[in-house]
């Protein structure tokens, strides 16, 4: 069984464009769509997210044109591609065209800042509760080990990371610079390589 090439492009456009927040929710839909049908099954679903992810670009716009193919091949694949994208992006551009109109209001400057104010509150205080484990004393490593703390590690990473950032690195290579300064430092452990185990 398999859809028209009507009812496939009705599907991706209604499934792919009505989510905010990411391609994997509307891909989720589109599953659940599609194997309610009959149309996929769960080992067909498993191969397109694999092959997705595996492809550069959007991991959705990917999964959707393998379902436009699969079914009416470039008749379905680039119609289905149009319409998962194009809609979603006239959104987007009415929206950068309204908020540039209202953008000269200086209450609006101002609910702008207050609502990126609020997003770095909410950021740094997720990373305050991922790092503060980190931060806790521990017990010292048995005799004769050596370790650099959890906490130094850290308050260097930490400082190395800022330093970075003032310098105008790019993220990825301030997250490269710090996962290597991370594993540079010695872990736990004794001299001869024996995991320490805190008891």
Do not use: C, Q
Not at 19 to 33: A, D, M
Request: charged share 15%.
């Amino acid at each position: 069984m398999r859809p028209s090439l009507r009812e496939l492009l009705t599907a991706i456009a209604y499934e792919a464009n009505r989510t905010v927040g990411g391609g994997l929710v509307s891909i989720e839909l589109l599953r659940r769509r599609f194997t309610a049908s009959g149309w996929i099954d769960s080992a067909v679903h498993g191969v397109f997210i694999a092959v997705s992810r595996f492809t550069p670009g959007t991991v959705v716009l990917a999964y959707v044109v393998m379902l436009g193919w699969r079914f009416h091949r470039w008749r379905g694949a680039l119609p289905a591609l149009a319409a998962a994208s194009i809609p979603g992006s006239l959104i987007v551009l009415a929206l950068a065209a309204t908020l540039a109109e209202i953008d000269r209001y200086a209450a609006v400057r101002a609910l702008l800042a207050v609502g990126i104010l609020v997003a770095g509150v909410l950021v740094v205080g997720s990373a305050w509760h991922l790092i503060r484990p980190y931060l806790e004393k521990s017990e010292g490593p048995p005799e004769g080990g050596h370790y650099v703390s959890s906490r130094m590690r850290v308050l260097v990473v930490g400082a190395i990371a800022v330093a970075l950032v003032l310098l105008g690195a790019t993220p990825v290579r301030v997250l490269l610079a710090a996962a290597v300064v991370s594993m540079a430092m010695p872990a736990r452990g004794t001299p001869e390589g024996v995991p320490y185990v805190e008891k």
